[in-house]
C-alpha cells in the first residue's frame, strides 16, 4: 500500500512502514500525516501484522519534521498510541536527523534502532511553535535531559540518546532497518496475547501529559461524533420516527 509518501509493507507478520519524500527530506505534510493515520489504523486491525517497524526511506534523513510549507493540521492523528490506539509493538528504524515530529515519533515507539549517524533535534522553542504532544517524553527519558531538549532545541547525538534510554542499539549507518526486522522477528514469533497485554499494562503505566490526555479525549469524541448514529439521530429527529442507534 502506497498513500503520498508513506508505504506499507507486509511481510511475515512485520508491517514496515516507511516514510519516502527525499526532495523535502521526509518532511511531513499534511497529507503524509493523514497516510501514517491510515497506516497506524491498518496495522492496528490487522490479523497477520504482529510488530511495526517505522523507517524513513534513506540513510542520510528519517524526518526533517513537520512541512512548513504544509504544517499538518492534526499531527497528532500521525503519532501511534495517539492518533490511533496500537496494542502491537513498533519499533522506530532511524538514521540521520530525527527533526521535530520526528522525535515524537521515536517517543511514542516502543524500541529504537539508530544508525550511527543519527542526531535527534527538537527546534519548536526556536520557530515559535507547538503542538504540545511531545511533553509526553518526559515520562520516558530523565526529565532534565528532556528539558535540555525541548528548551534549548540543540541537537542531541546518538550516544548520548542511547545512554538516556530513547534508543536500543546504535548500528551502523544502512543497517538500522536490517537489525529491526531481526527484533521484530522474534517479537512476531512470541505469544500474542502476552506481548499485547505486556505493552497495554507498560502504557497504562507510564503517565501521560495533559497534551496526551486532552488527544486521546478527543479521539474518543470524533468516533463518536463520525459514526453512522450521529447521523441517524438527527435524521430520525427530522423524519418524525424512533432512531435505528447500531453503535457503530
Not at 104 to 121: I, Q
Not at 132 to 148: D, F, H, L, N, T
Not at 167 to 191: D, F, H, L, W
Request: one cysteine or more; hydrophobic letters at 45%; glycine letters at 8%.
Amino acid at each position: 500500500m502506497t498513500q503520498g509518501e508513506i508505504h506499507y509493507e507486509s511481510a511475515y507478520g512485520i508491517a514496515l512502514i516507511t516514510i519516502d519524500r527525499p526532495a523535502k527530506r521526509n518532511a511531513l505534510s499534511g497529507r503524509m500525516c493523514d497516510a501514517l493515520h491510515a497506516a497506524w489504523q491498518r496495522f492496528a486491525a490487522s490479523d497477520e501484522d504482529r510488530v511495526a517497524i517505522l523507517t524513513g526511506g534513506a540513510n542520510d534523513v528519517f524526518t526533517a519534521g513537520a512541512d512548513l510549507n504544509d504544517p499538518p493540521p492534526r499531527f497528532w492523528e500521525a503519532v501511534p498510541n495517539v492518533g490511533v490506539p496500537v496494542s502491537k509493538p513498533i519499533i522506530a528504524a532511524v538514521a540521520g536527523p530525527v527533526v521535530g515530529g520526528g522525535v515524537t515519533f521515536v517517543a511514542m515507539c516502543d524500541l529504537c534502532v539508530a544508525a550511527e549517524n543519527t542526531t535527534f533535534v527538537y527546534p519548536e522553542a526556536k520557530v515559535g511553535i507547538t503542538g504540545g504532544v511531545i511533553a509526553s517524553i518526559a515520562a520516558r527519558i530523565p526529565y532534565k535531559i528532556a528539558m535540555e531538549l525541548l528548551l534549548i532545541g540543540d541537537a542531541m547525538e546518538v550516544t548520548r540518546a542511547h545512554q538516556i534510554g530513547l534508543v536500543n542499539r546504535i548500528v551502523p549507518v544502512g543497517e538500522q532497518v536490517a537489525v529491526a526486522k531481526s527484533m521484530a522477528r522474534v517479537i512476531a514469533g512470541n505469544a500474542p496475547l502476552v506481548v499485547g497485554t505486556l505493552k497495554d499494562i507498560a502504557l497504562k503505566t507510564i503517565p501521560r501529559s495533559p497534551v496526551e490526555e486532552m488527544l486521546l479525549t478527543q479521539r474518543a469524541l470524533d468516533r463518536v461524533r463520525h459514526s453512522e448514529d450521529a447521523k441517524e439521530g438527527p435524521l430520525s429527529f427530522r423524519e418524525k420516527r424512533k432512531p435505528n442507534f447500531r453503535g457503530r
